[in-house]
């Protein structure tokens, strides 16, 4: 059936009795495709029936339907015309893991980031009414998502804006991990008493309400669609679905597949590499054993434990120094700031691209006042950015320009972990740390550390600048260039929020060229200050980064060839100017 279906009107010709049968395809597809693929399975496998209800009570696109984060996108798109996309491996590729304008009007926005569906709705039914239009506009928000602030004002302008707006909310009982915050146990008591508690959250805020208990199942769901879709008013469906619901391993343990990288079908296990230093297992490492002499620190996340390796057993063990404040990356800065001027010692770890989302809280409640905080800022580097939304391609345009907010970029192993270390004993600065992509020994093995730039090797001539997780491509170009007969100097700039500028001055004397190297965009961005400071200097610099935006999944080699961030580029760029 899945395989005649090119859009949601070819779904509406199959009869109610048929539609579990579709479902138990579209289910295979999902675990077949994402088994060899990876990519969201557990949220993905939750709104099977839910997705193919939407799409079979409403007329999409005339209907506006908004998925929020839209990782949950996959079965909208098998229903409206890129089936072909889950069910043949040749067009795997075809589509990418969020909405996207791009591949089909089906698809409004550009979504990538929680708990923004809701306002954006809000603004499609106000203009729809504006217009005297007729049509629906859906939201589907999960009950993670809406730890968000950005969701409850959303939700507090929908009820004063009124009209025609449904709004579902998919409680599965599950972020990325388990939910928190005081709003979940509301949640939990409307499923307990059946939706009948007066205790309403949504209630109080003047939203009609309906709950619908048999999340995976179809025709109950079409039922309750098909009874609130002509609603005059904003109205809440809550709606209860089982995360992973149909392959026993997700189910069992939604956490880990929620976003999965490829693996057995029959067993549920991933395959290893064997290569177990990363990032990941040394931050764990680091903050478990601190957390044992150290009880004033705290390790927060806003609901991505997974970066620095706290599983559910875990974070067990750490307890009160371990917080999970939901999706709420605004307040998570804010939280870390009021920690540090009560006098603990908080961690924030965070992915880049969703810390950009906190960008005032980071300027005036942990910055301003130097409240020393210590952030731990994940997937800013090649080989963790995805697509347009999930790039961290503009971190050190915004925390390398924040006054008062030292942004440090370790090149090692040891430079991180001597961060780490300096950033919790001081407490005169807001600390930031990019947390950087392979890992490397240290090159100078220096055991205490300064915000000073570190001259890994002395030569003439040409300077490369290398930020971060830029220095494995810098030392091959410098390799190459030795081998040329040209000895570079080589610098880690440790800061990339400051400029040393007496290292800067010194290069002045036997060198010709500056070359910087960042994986990040450059207009605005750390090479452009070290130029800048050159301006009316006799030395010639050249940036290295990323110029050009994304607005599609990516491949990381093609992309650094596009973008000429290559050993053989820069070495050839080198050799031909100077």
Not at 52 to 71: G, K, M
Not at 186 to 191: A, C, I, M, T, V
Not at 507 to 514: A, F, I, P, S
Request: one cysteine or more; charged letters at 20%.
């Amino acid at each position: 059936m899945l395989n005649k279906i090119k859009n949601p009107k070819d779904l509406k010709k199959i009869s109610v009795a048929e539609l579990p049968a579709l479902c138990a395809e579209i289910r295979q597809a999902l675990i077949q495709k994402i088994s060899t693929n990876g990519g969201h399975l557990a949220p993905n496998l939750g709104v099977v029936e839910l997705t193919t209800a939407l799409h079979y009570v409403f007329n999409a696109p005339v209907d506006q339907i908004v998925f929020d984060v839209s990782h949950q996108t996959y079965v909208h798109k098998m229903l409206t015309g890129r089936a072909t996309a889950f069910t043949d491996p040749k067009h795997y590729q075809d589509v990418n893991g969020f909405a996207n304008p791009a591949e089909s009007p089906y698809d409004l926005f550009t979504l990538g980031h929680t708990s923004t569906a809701l306002s954006l709705a809000c603004g499609l039914a106000k203009a729809r009414d504006l217009q005297k239009q007729k049509h629906h506009v859906i939201t589907i928000i999960g009950d993670g998502s809406l730890s968000g602030g950005q969701a409850y004002e959303a939700l507090n302008n929908i009820a004063e804006q009124g009209g025609n707006n449904i709004i579902i909310v998919n409680d599965n009982e599950m972020s990325i991990a388990e939910n928190h915050g005081g709003y979940y146990r509301n949640l939990e008591l409307l499923r307990t008493t059946n939706g009948q508690s007066e205790n309403n959250f949504f209630r109080a805020l003047g939203l009609d309400y309906v709950y619908e208990p048999n999340g995976n199942d179809v025709a109950s769901l079409i039922k309750t669609l098909n009874q609130v879709k002509d609603c005059t008013a904003p109205t809440v469906v809550h709606v209860h679905t089982l995360k992973g619901c149909g392959y026993q391993p997700a189910e069992n343990n939604p956490e880990m597949f929620h976003y999965t990288a490829p693996f057995d079908i029959n067993t549920g296990k991933h395959s290893t590499t064997g290569d177990n230093d990363n990032y990941t297992d040394i931050t764990y490492q680091y903050l478990a054993e601190r957390m044992q002499s150290d009880r004033k620190l705290v390790t927060i996340t806003s609901a991505t434990p997974n970066p620095t390796g706290f599983n559910a057993e875990r974070r067990k063990q750490a307890g009160q120094q371990f917080v999970d404040v939901g999706i709420a990356e605004e307040h998570a800065v804010a939280y870390a700031a009021g920690l540090a001027k009560g006098g603990a010692h908080p961690v924030y770890e965070v992915q880049g691209s969703f810390l950009q989302r906190s960008f005032d809280q980071l300027h005036q409640d942990l910055a301003l006042d130097n409240n020393p905080a210590t952030l731990l800022v994940f997937g800013d580097h090649i080989h963790g950015m995805g697509g347009s939304t999930h790039n961290g391609f503009y971190d050190i345009i915004q925390l390398g320009n924040i006054p008062n907010l030292l942004y440090l970029a370790p090149i090692s192993k040891q430079s991180y972990l001597q961060m780490l270390d300096w950033a919790l004993e001081q407490t005169t600065h807001s600390v930031a740390i990019r947390v950087p992509d392979a890992v490397i020994d240290d090159p100078l093995k220096v055991k205490k550390f300064t915000l000073q730039a570190r001259t890994i090797n002395k030569g003439e001539k040409v300077a490369i600048i290398a930020v971060g997780s830029a220095f494995p491509l810098a030392t091959k170009v410098m390799h190459n260039l030795q081998a040329k007969g040209l000895n570079p100097t080589l610098i880690d700039p440790v800061c990339v929020s400051t400029l040393d500028e007496k290292i800067l001055d010194s290069l002045t004397k036997n060198h010709e060229l500056v070359v910087t190297l960042e994986e990040g965009a450059l207009a605005g961005g750390f090479g452009q200050k070290v130029a800048a400071y050159y301006g009316d200097k006799n030395v010639k610099v050249h940036n290295f980064g990323f110029s050009q935006g994304l607005t599609q999944d990516f491949e990381p080699a093609s992309f650094l060839r596009q973008n000429g961030f290559t050993a053989a580029n820069i070495t050839k760029y080198i050799l031909t100017h100077c």
